[in-house]
């Protein structure tokens, strides 16, 4: 079984600001996507950024980025000119790749850690 | 394009009673899966609902059931309610195995 780990429970940064979020992961596949999901107070889980497992060079979409380290099992998001809507728990998950028919081959769940939540000081 | 949606918003119920979650998939979505979040926690996978029929369980009791639709909407059922029941409970849709779209969550309460 996949597990997902986020190391920090909590994390703050000035307006303007980067931070960087800690994700590691355990799992004996080689295909596999990762994910960032942000969770603010409205409770919604909105998707941040995805990474293909096969694919070497690291995501990014606008000012959020990925550090993708295959062989360290680790997956960390860089959140650049942190704004003050950025405030929200950070959520890491692991899902498997798709190998065929989805049907009885088993769900394609998402793992998730525990979370990291941010706060984005003024 | 509409996108995920559960109903009801909240909901209090009493240890012991049943009851039924909705959720109403993206426009173009064929999947849905649902996830139980406990208070200060990551969510936990329950199970994955493709063309109405399960197609994958997390390690929840047979008292959570679930149904889709031909519309791919679906509910999730919970019977003989416990305490620890009480989370936000996620719906997530999705293209097959494509990346999943949450809905905003129904926060149950068992009493």
């Known amino acids: 079984a996949q597990t997902v780990t986020q190391s920090q429970p909590e994390m703050s940064v000035q307006e303007a600001e980067t931070v960087t979020l800690s994700c590691t992961y355990d799992?004996?596949?080689?295909?596999?996507?990762l994910f960032w999901y942000k969770q603010p107070p409205s409770r919604q889980m909105i998707l941040v950024i995805r990474q293909e497992a096969y694919k070497q060079q690291n995501a990014t979409e606008n000012r959020f980025s990925v550090n993708f380290q295959k062989a360290a099992k680790s997956f960390s998001l860089k959140i650049s000119d942190s704004q003050l809507g950025d405030a929200a728990m950070y959520f890491c998950?692991?899902?498997?790749?798709?190998?065929?028919?989805?049907?009885?081959?088993?769900?394609?769940?998402?793992?998730f850690g525990k979370g990291t939540k941010l706060s984005v000081i003024p | 394009e509409t996108g995920v949606t559960q109903s009801p918003t909240h909901l209090i119920k009493t240890r012991g009673q049943q009851v039924t979650l909705r959720c109403s998939s993206q426009s173009g979505h064929n999947t849905v899966s649902w996830y139980q979040q406990a208070l200060g926690q990551g969510p936990q996978f329950i199970f994955q609902y493709y063309r109405e029929e399960e197609n994958g369980r997390g390690n929840f009791p047979p008292r959570f059931s679930g149904l889709q639709f031909p519309n791919y909407s679906s509910e999730l059922n919970v019977n003989a309610l416990e305490l620890d029941d009480s989370a936000l409970y996620l719906c997530?849709?999705?293209?097959?195995?494509?990346?999943?779209?949450f809905g905003p969550g129904t926060r149950l309460t068992v009493l």
């Open positions: 997530a849709s999705s293209l097959a195995t494509d990346t999943q779209y």
């Open positions: 998950a692991y899902r498997s790749a798709y190998r065929g028919n989805l049907r009885g081959a088993g769900s394609y769940q998402l793992t």
């Open positions: 799992t004996s596949e080689s295909d596999y996507y």
